[in-house]
Nanobody
Framework: QVQLVESGGGLVQAGGSLRLSCAAS????????MGWFRQAPGKEREFVAA????????RYADSVKGRFTISRDNAKNTVYLQMNSLKPEDTAVYYC?????????????????WGQGTQVTVSS
């Protein structure tokens, strides 16, 4: 069992930056792939970024590529999402996800563990 707690959300102006953190419980964190997803009002939850358990492999949605960076610190059981050049369309609740699988899948149902989410609001 893995428990995930996100933090770092807030209100920021367009063009600004935020760094989200996701703290995970459990000794198996270092062997889990980790991901970030988001859900805007009235829309389905969508994939944002994922990182392999080693941290070597990453994957990004086209909409955030070049602006967002996912990273992890296995010693701290934490995964991060650095968000730069934020746009109003990035406004959403951001969720952290974890799973023992190997592939950096974008399919929500392939991720077993989810956090409660943190709100990110980007004003124009």
């Amino acid at each position: 069992q893995v428990q995930l707690v996100e933090s770092g959300g807030g209100l920021v102006q367009a063009g600004g930056s935020l760094r989200l953190s996701c703290a995970a419980s459990g000794r198996t964190f270092s062997s889990y792939r980790m991901g970030w997803f988001r859900q805007a009002p009235g829309k389905e939850r969508e994939f944002v970024a994922a990182i392999s358990w080693t941290g070597v492999n990453t994957r990004y949605a086209d909409s955030v590529k070049g602006r967002f960076t996912i990273s992890r610190d296995n010693a701290k059981n934490t995964v991060y999402l650095q968000m730069n050049s934020l746009k109003p369309e990035d406004t959403a609740v951001y969720y952290c996800a974890a799973d023992p699988g190997l592939h950096l899948t974008v399919v929500l149902t392939n991720w077993n563990y989810w956090g409660q989410g943190t709100q990110v609001t980007v004003s124009s």
